[in-house]
């Protein structure tokens, strides 16, 4: 019965020790890579941010600049001016890392696959990043004066905080479904084969 | 092929269990955007936090004194904000575990397996902050911001494998 019991555990413990020892290596040579990949990205989200604000916004109110690897929004106030209205520092995209590293620790999946299904993830994640700016500078705007909108910037906040994970399951869902399948299977006739003769369940 | 995908969907839909669930899916979803956007839930949450962490640094043998959500020493503090609750987090969690098909025993269990793992985890995230804080201030930030956080995703996706290739599993054979 035990032993039952106990095989029946090892059928998870060895490959989600193997997902979180894969997870954390690939978190920390990331982690050490991080530095070198933000700049680039800020720098490909301005180009993008740039256009996709001056297309949702009539009267053109905002300015995007890039410092480093932070990207400032600033607000036209008449006369020429500009007034500091957010930023969104590095850490703002910091979802890169988790998600490299989730696709990475991915059991069951080819090369070649995992490589296609890492470009899709982090061009969704990218067009995720994308609107996370261009919505969060148009909520403060639709915010400011007595209307308060602080429901949708919650909304907003927790789907960029869920877009690794949601993203990550959407991409290999299917990859997924077969090793959890693949483990239950290992699981039950392991099961099988460490009950006693007779016995039940 | 696309008959039969399509009668298990008309089946699915006519079920009690998937209304049921779809319910508890959006039910949860609401209550988890209303405790996080409620400022007078969350502040209760985050002033139980930093009691814990305050707690735990003076068995720890530090003098850590609690002021509202804030909780330090002379040598460094920690403010525990609502995204350091890891409500968000949990959030996650429970939605997949209230979406996963399993029994309500089972689905019990996982909620109160999320709610402790997250607990604890985040206890411990705090604490080890504190301690970077004092002696790696300069890598606080990533540490708190890409380390810990990364962690946490990390955790929950582990939690429910486990809960879901385990439990689930369990809960189907008895």
């Known amino acids: 019965m035990l032993r039952a019991r106990r095989e029946r555990t090892s059928g998870i413990w060895k490959p989600a020790s193997r997902f979180a020892c894969i997870f954390v290596l690939s ?43 932070e990207i400032w929004i600033y607000r036209h106030i008449g006369g020429g001016r500009v007034t500091p209205v957010v930023w969104f520092d590095r850490y703002a995209f910091f979802a890169i890392v988790p998600l490299l590293a989730l696709l990475m620790a991915t059991p069951g999946l080819a090369w070649r696959s995992r490589g296609l299904r890492t470009l899709g993830a982090l061009a969704a994640l990218f067009l995720v990043h994308v609107a996370y700016l261009v919505i969060s500078v148009e909520l403060l705007y639709a915010a400011s004066g007595t209307r308060s909108l602080e429901g949708w910037q919650l909304m907003v906040r927790v789907l960029w905080e869920a877009a690794p994970i949601g993203i990550w399951v959407a991409f290999t869902a299917g990859a997924w479904r077969v090793q959890l399948k693949r483990w239950m299977d290992g699981s039950k006739a392991r099961c099988r084969a460490a009950a006693p003769i007779g016995a039940s369940g | 092929m696309r008959v039969r995908g399509w009668l298990r969907l008309r089946g699915l839909v006519r079920s009690r269990r998937f209304w049921v669930t779809g319910a508890l899916f959006l039910g949860t979803l609401a209550g988890l955007l209303w405790v996080s956007g409620s400022a007078g839930s969350m502040a209760v949450i985050q002033r139980g936090l930093a009691r814990i962490t305050g707690a735990l640094l003076n068995i720890l043998g530090h003098s850590a004194s609690v002021s509202g959500i804030t909780v330090g020493t002379e040598a460094f503090g920690i403010s525990v904000v609502t995204a350091c ?78 809960w879901a290739g385990r439990w689930t599993h369990a809960s189907r054979k008895a």
């Not at chain 1, 978190?27 to 933000?38: D, E, K, N």
């Not at chain 2, 019990?108 to 999320?114: C, D, P, S």
């Not at chain 2, 705090?126 to 946490?152: A, E, N």
Request: with cysteine; charged share 10%.
């Open chain 2, 85 to 162: 609750t890891g409500i968000f987090t949990l959030g996650l969690y429970l939605l997949a575990v209230i979406a996963y098909p399993c029994g309500w025993i089972c689905k019990l269990f996982g909620v109160v397996l999320g709610a402790g793992g997250v607990f604890l985890l985040n206890l411990v995230r705090l604490i080890s902050l504190y301690y970077v804080g004092i002696h790696m201030p300069q890598h606080f930030d990533v540490v708190h911001q890409l380390v810990w956080q990364s962690l946490m995703i990390a955790f929950v996706v582990l939690l429910w494998l486990f």
């Open chain 1, 27 to 69: 978190l920390v040579a990331l982690t050490v890579v991080w530095p070198r990949i933000a700049g680039p990205y800020a720098v490909a989200i301005e180009h993008v941010v740039r256009p996709a604000l001056h297309a949702v916004e009539a009267t053109d109110p905002s300015v995007v600049h890039r410092d480093g690897s």
